[in-house]
């Protein structure tokens, strides 16, 4: 084994070349200026240039779920790191595989209040799959790639490593070893066998299954989507998937039913509750997907395949877990489905499906568009429809616009979807764009945002002015937090406690302050132009839309009910849609 | 499927790179998932491969106790979690040194109790004993209600340090 030795910093760069980085998202500062002076002297890693910490991260989430390799943040000590916090949550939430490299004073410094000194490994303890404090020079190399290692193995996860500055200084030996083997993490990705044909069985014998998949399913890669389509299309089953999971299953298909869970369809969550036998796939019984939890699909036989054992039986008690990898599981279970010559019980599936179709004339997304006043879910069908020969990744931030999202945009394929589902981190979509379209610089990328979350991040507008990145952000302008205005409408008596989004900017002036392009928008027969002008632009653009400012997202789930108790529409006034018990749920 | 809803108790042995951070991951575990810890011990079994042991005595119902065992695997560091209360018989001690201060009376009953509960007397002044007491919680429990009227002053616990019944290592 080749040994050379280097400075700290250029061992931190020379690891990320081996790991094949090629961008970098930070932010610089004192105790991480060896690195960036190293950055300054090569050309095989490009830096991006945030405008804060958070942003740093959420665009390394972008660039990792978009792409399936990991994204990589640079931030300096103490307030950089700290700011960090947020992203690192919610890439943990997600299970987003991010290595984010922090400055750190340096080790003789360490404990005493130094300038720039925060307790970075133990602050992000908790919001990270693993951290480093790396103490000793001899232990760089081999940190920076267990690192990466850890973030992209097993779940993925952000790992966080946090470099001294002598350390970064110090020369020290780099091993050209990419490869780790790590002697307690050794995550399993083969599913058991015979668990596997336990579970065929089940599933050759349901009268009403579903298939209920996650983003385990993305996180595990293309070839994991492909098998679950594949297995899918075996077997007949109609498909559900979580916020998490779109674009697992092609969202144009016959046998998907849409998203579940608060915000899912009728279909979606109707089949789920009368299922017999479920079959979950990389997803994990989040909150927001099973309702009640005593009525939670109560007649069901529950297979889990998921990688992280401790996933199983957290919320529900399920009857079949298979530890392992997606792709590898499904892939086994194709095998096993074919060669023992199990069917599909044709005529109860035929009955099941006729059932599902019921479900599905009910029509739970329609809305009505008049000729003057744009509704919100009418903008995402038109952005949806007006796309569809792009290549095209959509971000979301986090409210009603968000869930429009999921249920009036469709997806094909996978790692189209970028979403903050598990921490919902208003801010996220904007940067995370960002980081999407430095790894596909000739997509179409949109943020479909909320006049209040994008105004979290919005001085990433300089970012992508300055690189060129043509990202669009497309606001669902109803000058309210919407979402929140929702819950306070179904809990509150209407009472609209700082919901209203007051003091809003002119956002076509703010675009074109940062030198990006503004387009605001008024009239349903505006709207069509308005996003080919968008499209045809190739700079970063900001779209304004004035759409009703009283929508409210349906069909809802209230908290503390059921899947079969869904709320179609607006509840008449008086009525008590969420009983004691679901209103301290969040 | 349905799962117990009875409160367990469990003993788990945890075997543990012996570096920093290590305990403040585990306890950090518990208090944010909020978990119980009953008791908790820790020391390097292993010099050379710098591995430490962690004792934890924990309750919660089944699936609570599953989730645990879960959650603690997912710990980069760690490298074996075992429940030692459902993989068979083991055998758990711990160590107390308790402080007694009387005179009279209170103290030769101090010195009986201690002797039928195979307690050494590990110091002593003219009105006062430390006893060392080892052996199962319940008893050192029981023997620590009974100093309470003959005048308990202090009272250090190791907390459980537990193993498995026979050949097998972990
Ligand atoms: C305002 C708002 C509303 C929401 N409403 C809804 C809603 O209506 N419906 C909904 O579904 N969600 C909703 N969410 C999102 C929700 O909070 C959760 O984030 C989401 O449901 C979790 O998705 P998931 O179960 O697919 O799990 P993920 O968080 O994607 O977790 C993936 C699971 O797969 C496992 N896994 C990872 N990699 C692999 C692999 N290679 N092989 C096998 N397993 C793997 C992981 O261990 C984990 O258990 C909402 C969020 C917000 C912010
Ligand atoms: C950082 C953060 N703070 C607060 C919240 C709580 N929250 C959820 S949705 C929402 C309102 C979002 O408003 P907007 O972006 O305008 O979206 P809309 O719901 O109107 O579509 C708020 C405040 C959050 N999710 N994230
Ligand atoms: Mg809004």
Same mark, same amino acid.
């Given at each position: 084994?080749?040994?050379?030795?280097?400075?700290?910093?250029?061992?931190?760069?020379?690891?990320? $070349?081996?790991?094949?980085?090629?961008?970098?998202?930070?932010?610089?500062?004192?105790?991480?200026?060896?690195?960036?002076?190293?950055?300054?002297?090569?050309?095989?890693?490009?830096?991006?240039?945030?405008?804060?910490?958070?942003?740093?991260?959420?665009?390394?989430?972008?660039?990792?779920?978009?792409? %399936?390799?990991?994204?990589? $943040?640079?931030?300096?000590?103490?307030?950089?790191?700290?700011?960090?916090?947020?992203?690192?949550?919610?890439?943990?939430?997600?299970?987003?595989?991010?290595?984010?490299?922090?400055?750190?004073?340096?080790?003789?410094?360490?404990?005493?209040?130094?300038?720039?000194?925060?307790?970075?490994?133990?602050?992000?303890?908790?919001?990270?799959?693993?951290?480093?404090?790396?103490?000793?020079?001899?232990?760089?190399?081999?940190?920076?790639?267990?690192?990466?290692?850890?973030?992209?193995?097993?779940?993925? %996860?952000? =790992?966080?490593?946090?470099?001294?500055?002598?350390?970064?200084?110090?020369?020290?030996?780099?091993?050209?070893?990419?490869?780790?083997?790590?002697?307690?993490?050794?995550?399993?990705?083969?599913?058991?066998?015979?668990?596997?044909?336990?579970? =065929?069985?089940?599933?050759?014998?349901?009268?009403?299954?579903?298939?209920?998949?996650?983003?385990?399913?993305?996180?595990?890669?293309?070839?994991?989507?492909?098998?679950?389509?594949?297995?899918?299309?075996?077997?007949?089953?109609?498909?559900?998937?979580?916020?998490? %999971?779109?674009?697992?299953?092609?969202?144009?298909?016959?046998?998907?039913?849409?998203?579940?869970?608060?915000?899912?369809?009728?279909?979606?969550?109707?089949?789920?509750?009368?299922?017999?036998?479920?079959?979950?796939?990389?997803? *994990? /019984?989040?909150? *927001?997907?099973?309702?009640?939890?005593?009525?939670?699909?109560?007649?069901?036989?529950?297979?889990?395949?998921?990688?992280?054992?401790?996933?199983?039986?957290?919320?529900?008690?399920?009857?079949?877990?298979?530890?392992?990898?997606?792709?590898?599981?499904?892939?086994?279970?194709?095998?096993?489905?074919?060669?023992?010559?199990?069917?599909?019980?044709?005529?109860?599936?035929?009955?099941?499906?006729?059932?599902?179709?019921?479900?599905?004339?009910?029509?739970?997304?329609?809305?009505?568009?008049?000729?003057?006043?744009?509704?919100?879910?009418?903008?995402?069908?038109?952005?949806?429809?007006?796309?569809?020969?792009?290549?095209?990744?959509?971000?979301?931030?986090?409210?009603?616009?968000?869930?429009?999202?999921?249920?009036?945009?469709?997806?094909?394929?996978?790692?189209?979807?970028?979403?903050?589902?598990?921490?919902?981190?208003?801010?996220?979509?904007?940067?995370?764009?960002?980081?999407?379209?430095?790894?596909?610089?000739?997509?179409?990328?949109?943020?479909?945002?909320?006049?209040?979350?994008?105004?979290?991040?919005?001085?990433?507008?300089?970012?992508?002015?300055?690189?060129?990145?043509?990202?669009?952000?497309?606001?669902?302008?109803?000058?309210?937090?919407?979402?929140?205005?929702?819950?306070?409408?179904?809990?509150?008596?209407?009472?609209?406690?700082?919901?209203?989004?007051?003091?809003?900017?002119?956002?076509?002036?703010?675009?074109?302050? /940062?030198?990006?392009?503004?387009?605001?928008? &008024?009239?349903?027969?505006?709207?069509?132009?308005?996003?080919?002008?968008?499209?045809?632009?190739?700079?970063?653009?900001?779209?304004?839309?004035?759409?009703?400012?009283?929508?409210?997202?349906?069909?809802?789930?209230?908290?503390?009910?059921?899947?079969?108790?869904?709320?179609?529409?607006?509840?008449?006034?008086?009525?008590?849609?969420?009983?004691?018990?679901?209103?301290?749920?969040? | 499927? &349905?799962?117990?809803?009875?409160?367990?108790?469990?003993?788990?042995?945890?075997?543990?790179?012996?570096?920093?951070?290590?305990?403040? *991951?585990?306890?950090?575990? /518990?208090?944010?998932?909020?978990?119980?810890?009953?008791?908790?011990?820790?020391?390097?079994?292993?010099?050379?491969?710098?591995?430490?042991?962690?004792?934890? $005595?924990?309750?919660?119902?089944?699936?609570?106790?599953?989730?645990?065992?879960?959650?603690?695997? *997912?710990?980069?560091?760690?490298?074996?979690?075992?429940?030692?209360? $459902?993989?068979?018989?083991?055998?758990?001690?711990?160590?107390?040194?308790?402080?007694?201060?009387?005179?009279?009376?209170?103290?030769?009953?101090?010195?009986?109790?201690?002797?039928?509960?195979?307690?050494?007397?590990?110091?002593?002044?003219?009105?006062?004993?430390?006893?060392?007491?080892?052996?199962?919680?319940?008893?050192?429990?029981?023997?620590?209600?009974?100093?309470?009227?003959?005048?308990?002053?202090?009272?250090?616990?190791?907390?459980?340090?537990?193993?498995?019944?026979?050949?097998? %290592?972990?």
């Amino acid at each position: 084994m080749a040994q050379e030795t280097m400075s700290g910093a250029k061992i931190v760069l020379k690891a990320l $070349v081996d790991q094949g980085v090629d961008v970098i998202f930070g932010y610089p500062g004192g105790a991480v200026l060896p690195i960036y002076d190293e950055l300054f002297q090569q050309n095989q890693i490009k830096h991006v240039l945030v405008r804060h910490e958070q942003a740093a991260v959420h665009a390394a989430e972008g660039y990792a779920r978009s792409t %399936g390799k990991v994204g990589v $943040v640079l931030v300096t000590s103490g307030p950089g790191a700290t700011n960090a916090v947020t992203g690192l949550t919610d890439a943990l939430m997600d299970s987003i595989p991010v290595v984010c490299l922090t400055g750190q004073v340096p080790t003789h410094l360490i404990g005493n209040d130094a300038f720039q000194e925060a307790d970075t490994t133990g602050i992000t303890r908790q919001c990270t799959k693993h951290n480093y404090l790396v103490k000793k020079s001899d232990d760089l190399a081999r940190t920076m790639h267990e690192a990466f290692y850890v973030a992209t193995t097993g779940r993925p %996860g952000p =790992v966080v490593i946090d470099l001294p500055k002598d350390i970064l200084m110090l020369p020290a030996p780099y091993n050209a070893t990419a490869k780790v083997k790590h002697k307690s993490y050794k995550p399993q990705v083969k599913g058991d066998l015979k668990k596997i044909e336990e579970a =065929v069985k089940l599933l050759a014998n349901a009268r009403k299954p579903i298939i209920y998949g996650g983003g385990g399913i993305i996180n595990s890669g293309p070839g994991a989507s492909q098998l679950l389509t594949n297995f899918a299309r075996t077997t007949g089953f109609p498909v559900t998937l979580t916020l998490m %999971g779109l674009g697992a299953y092609p969202a144009s298909d016959q046998q998907f039913l849409g998203m579940l869970g608060m915000h899912g369809t009728y279909e979606a969550n109707m089949a789920m509750h009368d299922c017999d036998v479920m079959l979950c796939v990389g997803a *994990r /019984f989040d909150d *927001r997907v099973t309702g009640l939890l005593s009525a939670f699909a109560p007649n069901s036989k529950k297979i889990h395949i998921d990688i992280d054992p401790s996933s199983i039986n957290k919320n529900v008690a399920v009857d079949l877990p298979i530890i392992g990898d997606v792709a590898h599981v499904l892939e086994d279970m194709l095998k096993i489905w074919k060669s023992t010559q199990a069917k599909s019980d044709a005529r109860a599936l035929e009955v099941w499906w006729k059932q599902i179709n019921d479900w599905r004339k009910v029509n739970c997304l329609a809305f009505e568009q008049g000729s003057e006043i744009i509704k919100p879910q009418y903008a995402i069908r038109r952005l949806y429809e007006l796309t569809r020969g792009r290549e095209t990744y959509i971000t979301t931030e986090v409210g009603q616009h968000q869930m429009w999202a999921a249920q009036h945009f469709g997806f094909d394929k996978p790692n189209q979807w970028m979403t903050s589902g598990g921490l919902g981190t208003m801010g996220y979509g904007f940067p995370s764009a960002i980081g999407v379209q430095m790894a596909h610089p000739d997509a179409l990328v949109v943020d479909i945002s909320g006049e209040a979350s994008f105004m979290m991040n919005m001085q990433e507008l300089s970012t992508a002015v300055q690189y060129r990145l043509p990202v669009k952000v497309f606001i669902l302008n109803n000058m309210y937090m919407g979402m929140v205005r929702q819950w306070q409408e179904l809990l509150h008596g209407s009472r609209y406690s700082e919901s209203y989004s007051e003091a809003l900017p002119d956002f076509v002036k703010l675009a074109e302050s /940062f030198g990006a392009v503004g387009i605001r928008v &008024q009239k349903p027969d505006e709207l069509d132009g308005a996003i080919k002008d968008m499209m045809a632009v190739d700079r970063p653009v900001l779209m304004d839309i004035l759409v009703d400012q009283k929508e409210n997202c349906y069909p809802m789930i209230p908290s503390g009910k059921p899947h079969n108790q869904m709320l179609l529409g607006p509840v008449a006034a008086g009525t008590e849609a969420i009983a004691d018990e679901g209103k301290v749920l969040v | 499927m &349905q799962m117990s809803t009875e409160i367990q108790c469990h003993t788990i042995s945890v075997l543990v790179d012996n570096e920093s951070g290590v305990l403040a *991951r585990v306890i950090g575990l /518990f208090s944010g998932r909020g978990y119980n810890i009953e008791s908790l011990t820790v020391s390097e079994v292993d010099p050379r491969e710098k591995l430490s042991r962690i004792t934890l $005595v924990t309750s919660g119902t089944e699936m609570v106790i599953e989730q645990i065992k879960a959650q603690l695997s *997912r710990l980069v560091p760690i490298h074996t979690v075992r429940d030692l209360t $459902v993989e068979g018989p083991h055998v758990s001690r711990e160590l107390a040194l308790i402080k007694v201060a009387g005179i009279g009376e209170k103290r030769v009953e101090a010195l009986r109790i201690a002797d039928i509960f195979r307690a050494n007397v590990v110091d002593s002044t003219n009105e006062s004993f430390v006893f060392e007491i080892v052996g199962k919680t319940d008893k050192l429990d029981a023997f620590i209600k009974l100093m309470e009227p003959l005048g308990l002053i202090d009272v250090a616990r190791t907390g459980v340090a537990a193993i498995a019944r026979g050949s097998e %290592g972990l």
